[in-house]
């Protein structure tokens, strides 16, 4: 499992003080970013292979202005052409869950316009963050 540590700050929250709904999904970006690092892709766009086909978050308890969360990532399911990866959301402080996302994302030839096999190193570096629901 990976894991990151998002401070929530001001301009990421609602008039009530929660954080706003799209701000977890800045956060859930952060974590894929932070993840896709951990398996030996960077952010250079000319190089990039992935494409977002779905991202969703349920929001279970609620969030605030500067609260530390903790961000665990791991993967849930690995295709043939795309992965699954899940996203727990977690208040530092109360360990108590505050959110749950996930992505599907597909291997993508951008000159050829069509997903493609993901390569076996990646399905290694897949396998080892892999988590059986």
């Not at 970006?29 to 993840?35: N, V």
């Not at 779905?54 to 961000?71: A, E, H, P, R, W």
């Not at 402080?93 to 996930?102: R, S, V, W, Y």
Request: aromatic share 14%; glycine share 6%.
């Amino acid at each position: 499992m990976h894991e990151i540590q998002v401070n929530v700050r001001f301009g990421e929250t609602d008039a009530l003080g929660h954080i706003n709904n799209t701000s977890y999904f800045i956060y859930l970006e952060e974590a894929r970013i932070r993840f896709f690092e951990t398996l030996g892709y960077n952010m250079e766009t000319g190089d990039w292979k992935f494409i977002l086909a779905s991202t969703k978050c349920d929001f279970v308890s609620q969030g605030y202005f500067n609260q530390t969360l903790n961000i665990k990532t791991y993967v849930s399911k690995i295709g043939t052409k795309s992965f699954q990866i899940e996203h727990d959301m977690i208040d530092q402080k109360t360990e108590e869950l505050i959110a749950k996302g996930n992505a599907i994302m597909v291997y993508f030839d951008f000159d050829k316009q069509q997903s493609e096999p993901l390569p076996e190193l990646l399905i290694e570096g897949l396998q080892h963050y892999f988590v059986r629901a």
